[in-house]
Every structure is written in structure tokens, then in C-alpha cells.
């Protein structure tokens, strides 16, 4: 390998905190051996990590996330006690049976009927700020998909914070010891088998559908099939654990990319129609997730590396959204690039995600609000604190702003 850097830095604190240096240092050798980190829902210092080649260039990425037949990502929580995700660990045809039944609840009209309450919920939010210095992420980011989420899931808004808890712990960027993560898995998947329990006795009972996703997801029918109760209740879960988590640091790097790029900022009070350019070109600059885990099921040459069967490869998003041979000046926030579209942080192929919709509605009101509000916002006092825990998100988990009212 002609790279100086060591694969094996890619899970370490610093690199995590900023590890497109580092992707570019290795991309012309992709795919690379050596890395080893852990997927979502395992218990680092109890499951050992897995061991992978990183795909780092563009067409490297792209081609394996959208041939799952032989990148199956229906394994990478072998072997643990990490509770299964709906559809991000399953592969076709079941694959395509469960999403043409959870489809039929996550309709595009249920997400775009969700915005005035997401307005709400922003007005809220930001009404509620105080003067000075703001943590945004504490005070912005993280409490809008959590609320959501309560109220997508039918549920009382007490459970906002389990639901943040859970999923910080969950996708491994709460330090937590191996007994606080294992419990946390363990009460998040009790509460959930319990309330989808209480909705099938409820509905077994005569009761009317609730109009919510629990009860679309448990009354969604095609072909005379319909979900298990375990693949119901597990699909709230990744909704929870996945949709909350990625979103708050989705908003957080759009909100640090407005903190730093004051002339955006500007140009988007005076053009709304360029908030969607935005999201895309911070979701390639940014996007919260980096990689994910697949599983090789037959022998295929990459870069003139022969990967066997049974050998795991990590599709690095966020390196092949930086790969300057798809997107020239790979670190400029560029609002005139003309296939910011092109960007894989929601994935490509069958498993591009399924909550990208609401995701991309929930950060767009968020950046909405603010310009309607406010008429600069400019760093704090305080520098921003960086996720260093996992390489699953990147993102901060602390940004100091100082907002002026327009």
C-alpha cells in the first residue's frame, strides 16, 4: 500500500473527529484491509469489532451499495445480541416484501402532512431560546427529531428524552460502559415489545386504528401479507434509534455549516429557493453517516484486490462523497454544484433510506425557522465540541452560537 496512513487510525478519537484527511490519504489505494470497528447496536468492549476493507473511492461505494446481491448487509449484527434493524439489515426479496408494507404507513402524504407540526415544533424551539450564547445542538437539534419521533409513534412527549438516550446508546456515540449499554439495549427493547403489545390487544379488541405509524404499521396489508408483531415493533425501534439519532446531527452540520459560512447564511434569507441545494451540498460536505457494513457473498476483485467470500467490506459514504473526481473542490460548501444530488449519505440502491423524506423536512423547517428569526448567526465564545466516539455519525455534539435578530 503506497499510503502512509495506518487503516487501523480510522476508529481512533482523533481521526473520527475529522476523517476526511484521512480518506483522501487512502483513497487511491481503495479498497484498503485492516480497518476494524463496530456496526449499531453492539456493545464495544463485549462484541468484538468487525474486520473489513474500506471502500473509499466513489465508484467503489456506489457499485457495492447497489448490488446487495453481492454485498449483503443481512449479517452485520451476526453473532451479538444487537437487536436486528428493520430493512437496513435485511436483503431482497424479503427485503422488498417488508418495504411494500412499511411503505403503505410511511406514505410521502404522512411525512409532507407532518409539516406544520414540524413548523410547531421549531417555533417552539426557537421562541424558547435564550439571550447570548446557545448550545444549538442541545437546544435545537437534538430535541426536534425526538419529538417527532414521539409524536410519529403515537406516544406522550415524557418519552422524548428515552428516545434520545436510547438511540445515543444504541449507535454507540454515548461513552457508556459495557453494563450501561447492554441495560440500555435491553430496556429500550422491552418498552418497545410492550407498546406494540398494547396496541394489538388494543386493536384485537375492536379499538380503531389511532392515526399514527404504530397502528399503520400493525393494520398495513399487500397481497394478504402483513407485519409480524416482531417486525413491527422492531421497525419503531430503528425508526428511533437510526431517524432521531442521524437527524439531529444532519441538523447540527447544517447549522454548523451556516456558523461558518456566514455569505450562505445570507444568500439563503434572500433565495429560500436554495435551502434544498443546501441540505445536499451539507449532506456531501457533512453528512452525519460515514459507513456501513456489508457482508460478501461470493469472490469479486475491487482496485485489483481479490475480497473472498465471507469477508466484510465498509462502504464509506462520506470518503466517496469527498472523492475530488465526482465532486471538484471536495471541501468548498458550493451552492452552484450542479450534482450535489449525487451525494450517498442516505445510501444508494434498495437500501436508500426510507426517512430521508422526513429527515430533509425536519431540517428544512429548522434552517426556515431561523432565517425567519434571526439575521446572522455567528460562532460563540466557546469552540464546537466533535463527536469522536464512533465513526457511524459525524458531526458536533456541541455548537456554541450567538444569534442576531434580523
Known amino acids: 500500500m503506497s499510503s502512509a496512513f495506518d487503516p487501523r487510525r480510522l476508529a481512533t478519537p482523533e481521526v473520527i473527529e475529522n476523517p476526511y484527511p484521512a480518506y483522501d490519504a487512502l483513497r487511491a489505494d481503495s479498497p484498503v484491509s485492516g480497518y ?57 426479496p424479503e427485503h422488498a416484501k417488508l418495504r411494500k408494507l412499511v411503505v403503505q404507513a410511511f406514505t410521502p402524504r404522512r411525512v409532507s402532512e407532518l409539516r406544520p407540526a414540524v413548523q410547531a415544533v421549531v417555533k417552539q424551539l426557537i421562541e424558547s431560546l435564550p439571550e447570548g450564547e446557545v448550545d444549538v445542538v442541545a437546544r435545537l437539534c437534538a430535541p426536534l427529531p425526538a419529538r417527532l419521533m414521539v409524536r410519529l409513534l403515537g406516544q406522550d412527549e415524557s418519552m422524548t428524552d428515552a428516545f434520545a438516550r436510547w438511540a445515543n446508546a444504541f449507535m454507540l456515540s454515548a461513552d457508556m460502559s459495557v453494563e450501561e449499554r447492554t441495560r440500555s439495549n435491553i430496556e429500550m427493547v422491552g418498552w418497545f415489545q410492550q407498546m406494540v403489545d398494547q396496541r394489538l390487544a388494543r386493536l384485537a379488541a375492536g379499538a380503531a386504528p389511532q392515526d399514527d405509524l404504530v397502528d399503520a404499521l400493525l393494520t398495513a396489508e399487500s397481497e394478504g401479507a402483513k407485519l409480524t408483531r416482531d417486525e413491527v415493533w422492531r421497525f419503531c425501534f430503528t425508526l428511533v434509534v437510526a431517524g432521531s439519532e442521524t437527524t439531529m446531527y444532519y441538523a447540527a452540520n447544517c447549522l454548523h455549516a451556516l456558523v461558518r459560512n456566514p455569505e450562505v447564511f445570507e444568500r439563503l434569507r434572500a433565495e429560500r429557493s436554495l435551502i434544498p441545494r443546501f441540505q445536499q451540498e451539507t449532506l456531501r460536505l457533512a453528512g452525519p453517516p460515514q459507513r456501513l457494513f456489508r457482508k460478501v457473498t461470493r469472490d469479486v476483485e475491487i482496485g485489483g484486490k481479490q475480497i473472498r467470500a465471507g469477508e466484510w467490506v465498509a462502504l464509506f459514504f462520506a470518503a466517496a462523497n469527498h472523492d475530488p473526481k465526482v465532486f471538484p473542490e471536495p471541501q468548498r460548501l458550493r451552492l452552484d454544484r450542479e450534482n450535489g444530488g449525487a451525494q450517498l449519505s442516505f445510501g444508494h440502491g434498495i437500501h436508500f433510506c426510507l426517512g430521508a423524506p422526513l429527515a430533509n423536512l425536519e431540517t428544512a423547517c429548522l434552517v426556515e425557522g431561523l432565517l425567519d428569526r434571526f439575521g446572522t448567526m455567528r460562532p460563540g465564545a466557546t469552540p464546537p465540541e466533535p463527536q469522536r466516539a464512533t465513526l457511524l455519525q459525524h458531526s458536533v455534539t456541541r455548537l456554541p452560537v450567538v444569534f442576531e435578530r434580523a
Open 36 to 92: 476494524a470497528d463496530w456496526p449499531p447496536g453492539t456493545v464495544p468492549g463485549f462484541d468484538p469489532p468487525i474486520q473489513a476493507w474500506a471502500l473509499l473511492s466513489y465508484d467503489q461505494v456506489a457499485a457495492a451499495a447497489k448490488d446487495h446481491q453481492t454485498f449483503s448487509s443481512a449479517n452485520f449484527q451476526q453473532g451479538t445480541d444487537a437487536p436486528t434493524l428493520m430493512l437496513v439489515n435485511h436483503d431482497d
